[in-house]
């Protein structure tokens, strides 16, 4: 279904190709402008999130900490992700003044595009098209068929495996590990990593294991996949120097990559591997060429989507103030307890001799009143500010802790004013208060 009429003009201020989250938030931070827009997605208007990642996942570990069943897990899924209908998202774009175009879109030119053989003429052109599947080079891995998932796969299946073997343990297969496995199935998990979230802080890696080992979970790291096969019962996935394992389905999540090469980027003299793209989201060598979201290559969250496009909307639109590394990026892993990651990761930062980290256990009348599992908080503090520059942690409910250390970061606020807040009692936030001491402590200690 399309919005456009052939005997209409084709003629629009911005073209956005790809209807996901960014598009969603782009078509908001232009409402009101008189901006025309005309947006181009082949598949569902909101993307991913809404239907095959965020919104689907979080549903699951939602059932999964409630004692659901496989059905009735199912059953809440497709009703959140309202059964893959995107009608309201169709409408919601509409209501916002966007022609929709269900269909894919090529560019012809600096200001054209086309699709549906038909052209349509714009004075800028913002790319939104998201990110694909990483299938890794695994030797059979393409003759498994309908035994090889993917998140997507995971994510809208009626069927529940038995035996799941997933390939990758990072954001996804960890999520993903663990709602199958706390839906009765039988979940191996293999990494390549010598342990998970290997950019942090090892107790942080060392909490995410016990948080899968209590999910019932097998995991194995530092392994490398060589082979697949299918089976008359399912797969065996073979691991160098290690026992193989069967499974019922083979599940990759070794991550995603934009992909561009389809969207005619040759027709402007760019290749689409190789592109530069500045602080505010224009691609150079083409001044009205614009790329945000997944598809802009850099944290593949929501979240930055949506703030991408508010960059983007302020230099079509506005002051051309602002820029994507404005503000500090937050990131969450939502197992159980769930990780965040603030900022520059301990590698990031691990040439800077102006960086302290101090390291803080979670222990807060919180944890014994809820029989909740442990946690860890590790900071990073700037010496010659005083400021908190990064922050990382696993415990119960530490996903909605992270707004806080967000505005610590974002606002430069000095350990002084920190360490004076008040956190309420009995509060898993309280651990900030004790995580605020121990790098006031770091801090003074080194200089």
């Known amino acids: 279904m399309s919005d456009s009429d052939p005997g209409s003009s084709h003629r629009y201020d911005v073209a956005i190709i790809g209807g996901g989250s960014a598009a969603e938030a782009l078509l908001r931070e232009l409402d009101g402008t008189s901006t025309t827009v005309v947006m181009f997605e082949p598949r569902l208007v909101g993307g991913e999130c809404p239907f ?26 497709d009703e959140v992700v309202d059964h893959l209908d995107d009608s309201g998202h169709h409408e919601r774009a509409r209501e916002l003044g966007a022609t929709v175009v269900s269909a894919a879109a090529t560019i012809t030119g600096s200001d054209t595009v086309r699709a549906d053989e038909v052209d349509y003429s714009a004075t800028s052109i913002v790319i939104a098209v998201g990110a694909s599947v990483v299938v890794p080079d695994i030797s059979g891995l393409d003759t498994l068929g309908d035994r090889m998932w993917t998140s997507e796969d995971a994510l809208t299946t009626h069927e529940r495996p038995d ?87 083979a599940l990759v999540a070794v ?140 415990g119960p409910r530490f996903d909605e802790l992270s707004h806080a250390l967000v505005i610590a970061i974002d606002g430069e606020v000095p350990i002084g004013v920190l360490r004076r807040t008040i956190q309420p009692f009995p509060t898993i936030g309280e651990v900030l208060t004790v995580a605020f001491d121990d790098l006031a402590v770091a801090l003074d200690a080194d200089r």
């Open 163 to 249: 035996r799941l073997v997933i390939i990758g343990g990072g954001v996804i297969g960890s999520e993903i590990a663990q709602m199958y496995a706390g839906l009765g199935c039988d979940v191996t998990m293999v990494d390549t990593s010598e342990r998970p979230a290997a950019d942090l802080h090892p107790e942080v890696s060392r909490h995410i294991v016990d948080s899968h080992d209590r999910a019932g979970i097998t995991t194995i790291y530092a392994a490398e996949p060589t082979s697949c096969t299918r089976t008359d019962a399912g797969v065996r996935l073979e691991l160098a120097d290690r026992p193989s394992i069967e499974a019922d389905i």
């Open 255 to 394: 991550g995603r990559r934009p992909d561009l090469s389809g969207l005619g980027l040759g027709s402007l003299g760019l290749d689409h591997d190789d592109l530069t793209i500045d602080e505010n989201g224009r691609i150079a060598g083409a001044d009205s060429l614009w790329i945000m979201g997944d598809a802009a290559g850099r944290e593949q969250y929501t979240h930055v989507a949506n703030r991408h496009a508010a960059i983007v909307a302020n230099h079509l639109v506005g002051d051309r103030s602002r820029s994507f590394g404005e503000s500090v990026v937050p990131a969450c892993i939502f197992i159980d307890p769930p990780v965040f990651v603030i900022g520059a990761t301990e590698d990031d930062l691990s040439g800077d001799a102006d960086i302290v980290w101090s390291e803080t256990d979670l222990d807060v009348p919180r944890v014994e009143t809820d029989e909740l599992p442990g946690g860890f908080i590790t900071l990073a503090g700037r010496r010659s500010t005083g400021t908190v520059v990064a922050a990382h942690g696993i």
């Open 52 to 77: 095959y990642a965020c919104m689907p996942s979080k549903s699951v570990l939602h059932s999964v900490r409630s004692g659901h069943t496989w059905d009735e897990a199912v059953a809440r899924r």
